[in-house]
């Protein structure tokens, strides 16, 4: 059974920076494409950032880029999200995903911004951020 598992959410203010990390077990980290996607009460699930399964490859959406970073470590099977910078756009409960990936170069190539795409999922983390 695979278990994902988010930590590191909390309440920040404004300007503040926060990382949340991600576990995964009951499959090879290696063999996993891993991404963040967010969601309010008021809006849909949305792309935070991805990761290809050597971490070779990045994305991230827009209202993000230049503020977050993704890594990961293979050797501990974690992923994290820098998150900097933050504002109460920001807010939302953060949830971790998981998607099956072949070793290949190819599938290092591959970034899906796309929730579908994604196999397994963690139960989320709340983020809140205050002015």
């Known amino acids: 059974q695979v278990r994902v598992t988010e ?5 920040v ?3 503040d920076s926060l990382t949340l990390s991600c576990a995964v077990s009951g499959r090879t980290f290696s063999h996993l494409a891993m991404a963040w996607f ?10 935070v950032a991805a990761i290809s399964w050597s971490g070779a490859n990045t994305g991230y959406g827009d209202s993000v ?21 933050l504002n109460p756009e920001d807010a939302a409960v953060y949830f971790c995903a998981a998607a099956d990936s072949p070793q290949t ?12 795409a994604y196999d397994y999922w963690g139960q989320g983390t709340q983020v809140t951020v205050t002015v």
């Open 65 to 85: 880029k230049g503020r977050f970073t993704i890594s990961r470590d293979n050797a501990d099977s974690t992923m994290t999200l820098q998150m900097d910078s």
């Open 7 to 11: 930590t590191g959410g909390g309440s």
């Open 38 to 47: 967010r969601q309010t009460p008021k809006k849909e699930r949305e792309f």
């Open 13 to 15: 203010r404004a300007g």
């Open 105 to 116: 170069v190819m599938a290092d190539l591959v970034i899906s911004i796309d929730q579908s």
